[in-house]
């Protein structure tokens, strides 16, 4: 059995993902991953089985960042008003931030046989838990997960995409957060 690196992992992980915002998933394969990895096309089989266990795998770990990155700037005493401000913006900065990693889970989460492998409120438990526990306390209003996050997340991939068309992102931005707390917040 051969010894494996966790940084040469990276690096296939980090190839794949550039592959996949230059050429698409179809044109990410196995032989190009490794030619921009540095890599052998066995090296990368002592790592995965399958080009789609490598991209289910790297999908599932890149879904979790923005949440993770998010759940840093939370705290559990902020007013409601605070924590719906901080969400959005912390989604926003992820967003902008680490742009390859959010253009590729964008990508990524338009492809059924990957999208239904991870789930948004697996990734973000956390977040969801908090907001329940707001909800509970009656500060914000109950409504599904699903509709939650779409109301929270969805409308900032929005913006995050088109910022650098439109000047007034950051006014946008704004206006959205007292959008989402007059609708969310009782």
């Known amino acids: 059995m051969r010894f494996k690196d966790e940084d040469k992992r ?11 915002l230059r050429e ?3 044109g990410a394969s196995v ?14 089989y002592v790592y995965y089985d399958s ?3 490598m991209l289910a795998e790297v999908f599932r770990e890149y879904s979790r960042r923005p ?8 705290r559990p ?24 990693v959010f ?11 990957l999208s239904n492998q991870v789930c948004e409120q697996d990734n973000g438990y956390d977040i969801f838990d908090i907001i329940r526990s707001y909800q509970n306390r009656g500060i ?17 991939r929005f913006l995050a995409m088109n910022r650098a068309s439109d000047p007034a992102a950051d006014t946008q931005l704004d206006e959205l957060i007292q959008m989402l707390q007059a609708m969310l917040l009782l």
């Open 10 to 20: 990276q690096r296939i992980k980090d190839a794949m993902v550039r592959l996949i």
């Open 24 to 26: 698409g998933i179809d």
């Open 31 to 44: 032989s190009k991953i490794a030619r921009e990895a540095g890599v052998s096309p066995a090296t990368i």
């Open 51 to 53: 080009k789609e266990e």
């Open 67 to 74: 949440y993770q990155y998010v759940m840093h700037l939370v």
């Open 77 to 100: 005493e902020m007013s409601g008003y605070e924590l719906i401000d901080t969400i959005v913006r912390g989604w926003y900065s992820f967003s902008t931030e680490y742009e390859d």
């Open 103 to 113: 253009s590729f889970v964008e990508q990524c989460s338009r492809c059924p046989s």
């Open 140 to 156: 914000m209003r109950r409504c599904d997960d699903w509709n939650m996050g779409a109301m929270l997340f969805a409308p900032v």
